[in-house]
C-alpha cells in the first residue's frame, strides 16, 4: 500500500527536508534556484536545527531554515501557509534581527553580512504576475544598486502555474505544492537532490513518530488561525481597537513588542500601556 506522503508546506515537514544537515545538497539546491547567485553556493551550515515537543506545540512559534553560505552570507527561509496581512513588514523585521545579531556590539559596521531572507508563501501577496520575486535596495531615480547586503524574496506558490524542467525553483516550487505532481515524478531521476528531497519525505510520512509529531504542528497551526479568525469575527462585534487589544495580549507570552506592534498595527507606545495594565 503507497504511503500518503505529508503536505511539505507545512513547517515541521519544510523544516525537515530543506534544514536537514543530513542532506544539505537539498538547502544548496532550493538557495542556488532562488537566489542564483553570480558563484554558486557550495555548502551551507544549518544553524537552528533543535525541535522540541514545546517548539512544534507552540502555535507562535517560528520553524524557519536559518544557514550560512561558504562566504559567510546569512539566509533565513520561511514557510508561511495562511496570510496574516504582514508579511512584508514581518519579513523587513525578521531579516533587520537576523542582521543586527551578527554584529552583537563587536568588530565593524562593514564586517556585517550579506542577509537574505526568504518567504515561500501558500497565498498571492503582491501585486506582480511572476511567482517569485526579488526586493533589494537601489536609487529611486536612477535604479543604481546602494548596497547588496539586504535582499528579500517571495515565492508565491499559487502563482506557478506551468512547471518549467529548466528552472529549478519551478520544481521545487512545484513539489511544495504537491511532490505527486505526475510531471514531477518523470523529472525526479534527472534531479539527484529533488529525488533525495522526495526520499526524505517518504521517511517522514512512514515514520509513527514524525507522524505524531506532524499532527501536533498541525493542530498548532489550526490553533492560530482559528484564533485569528474567531478575534477578527468578535472584532466586527465589539470594535477594532478592542479586538486589536485582545490580540495583543494573547501574544504577550509569545512574541516580542514590535512583533506584536506589526501584527495589530498599535504602536509599541500603546502597548507598553496595555501591558502595564493601564490600558484596556
Known amino acids: 500500500m503507497c504511503t500518503q506522503l505529508f503536505d511539505p508546506k507545512v513547517d515541521y515537514i519544510f523544516k525537515n527536508i530543506f534544514g536537514n544537515e543530513n542532506h544539505p545538497k537539498i538547502l544548496i539546491s532550493f538557495l542556488n534556484a532562488c537566489i542564483k547567485p553570480e558563484s554558486p553556493i557550495t555548502s551551507v551550515k544549518i544553524k537552528n536545527t533543535e525541535l522540541t515537543k514545546e517548539y512544534i506545540e507552540e502555535s507562535f512559534s517560528r520553524l524557519d531554515v536559518l544557514a550560512t553560505t561558504q562566504d559567510g552570507e546569512i539566509v533565513n527561509i520561511e ?13 523587513l523585521y525578521y531579516w533587520s534581527k537576523i542582521f543586527s545579531s551578527a554584529y552583537q556590539g563587536k568588530g565593524r559596521y562593514s564586517s556585517l553580512p550579506r542577509t537574505i531572507c526568504i518567504n515561500v508563501l501558500d497565498f498571492n501577496l503582491l501585486d506582480e504576475e511572476y511567482f517569485h520575486n526579488t526586493y533589494i535596495l537601489k536609487n529611486k531615480e536612477n535604479n543604481n ?9 517571495f515565492v508565491e506558490i499559487p502563482k506557478m502555474k506551468e512547471i518549467d524542467q529548466n528552472d529549478m525553483l519551478s520544481l521545487w516550487t512545484a513539489f511544495l505544492n504537491d511532490p505527486n505532481n505526475e510531471k514531477l515524478i518523470e523529472l525526479e531521476a534527472k534531479y539527484e537532490e529533488l529525488h533525495e528531497a522526495k526520499v526524505e519525505l517518504a521517511r517522514l510520512s512512514r515514520d509513527p513518530k514524525e507522524a ?36 495583543a495580549l494573547k501574544l504577550k507570552e509569545s512574541l516580542d513588542i514590535n512583533t506584536i506592534s506589526e501584527m495589530t498595527d498599535l504602536s509599541v507606545s500603546e502597548l507598553e500601556e496595555i501591558f502595564s495594565g493601564k490600558t484596556i
Open 79 to 91: 514557510m508561511q501557509r495562511a496570510d496574516e496581512k504582514n508579511m512584508v513588514k514581518r519579513s
Open 145 to 153: 544598486l546602494l548596497t547588496n547586503t539586504l535582499e528579500l524574496h
Open 212 to 247: 505524531e509529531k506532524y499532527r501536533m504542528r498541525e493542530n498548532a497551526i489550526n490553533e492560530r488561525r482559528n484564533f485569528f479568525l474567531e478575534t477578527l469575527d468578535k472584532g466586527l462585534k465589539e470594535g477594532e481597537k478592542k479586538a486589536k487589544i485582545k490580540i
